[in-house]
């Protein structure tokens, strides 16, 4: 089994990046991150390998978003702005990008990030989130008509 650390310099971009794309909220998404890592020193799953590992960490990262967003302590407070950090998406075509796509509903963002960001494919994707791959293709025709009709508005504001 690879050490903590090398997993945590391995993973812990990937697992901040899906946390945020989730949550929309950069320090919520640091805890998740942290709780993520603390729940595999704790557990020690066996992974087989790489596809495996990387497979727990976005599974597991999702799991701990619902249980925070489901947690009565993030319904009963009023979330602070989210910070955008340009390393997740650089430049400028792509900030506006970002900015719509946070603007989705949790369950299309995570899609989205999985899909176009991360690169998997939607079958992969349908078993990270436990989900049938229809749905996952069903949630990404929904963002896609959702974020340009976002993004069409924008653009209508610069005329």
Same mark, same amino acid.
């Given at each position: 089994m690879p050490?903590?650390?090398?997993l945590l310099s391995k993973y812990s971009g990937l697992v901040f990046r899906v946390a945020f794309a989730r949550l929309? *909220?950069? $320090?919520?998404a640091e805890d998740i991150m942290q709780e993520v890592?603390?729940?595999?020193?704790?557990?020690?799953?066996e992974l087989r390998d790489e596809d495996h590992e990387k497979a727990w960490f976005i599974h597991a990262t999702v799991n701990r978003c619902k249980t925070h967003l489901s947690s009565r302590w993030h319904r009963q $407070?009023?979330?602070?702005?989210?910070?955008?950090?340009?390393s997740c998406v650089p430049g400028e075509t792509a900030l506006e990008v970002a900015e719509a796509v946070r603007?989705?509903?949790?369950t299309l963002r995570t899609a989205v990030y999985l899909y176009y960001y991360e690169r998997y494919k939607t079958r992969e994707i349908a078993t990270m989130?436990?989900?049938s791959e229809a749905a996952v293709k069903s949630q990404l025709l929904r963002a896609r008509k959702?974020?340009?009709e976002l993004l069409e508005v924008k *653009? *209508? *504001?610069y005329i």
């Open positions: 050490l903590v650390e090398e929309n *909220d950069r $320090t919520a890592f603390l729940r595999f020193y704790k557990r020690g799953p $407070t009023v979330p602070m702005a989210a910070v955008y950090d340009e603007m989705l509903p949790k989130l436990k989900l959702r974020l340009k *653009d *209508d *504001d």
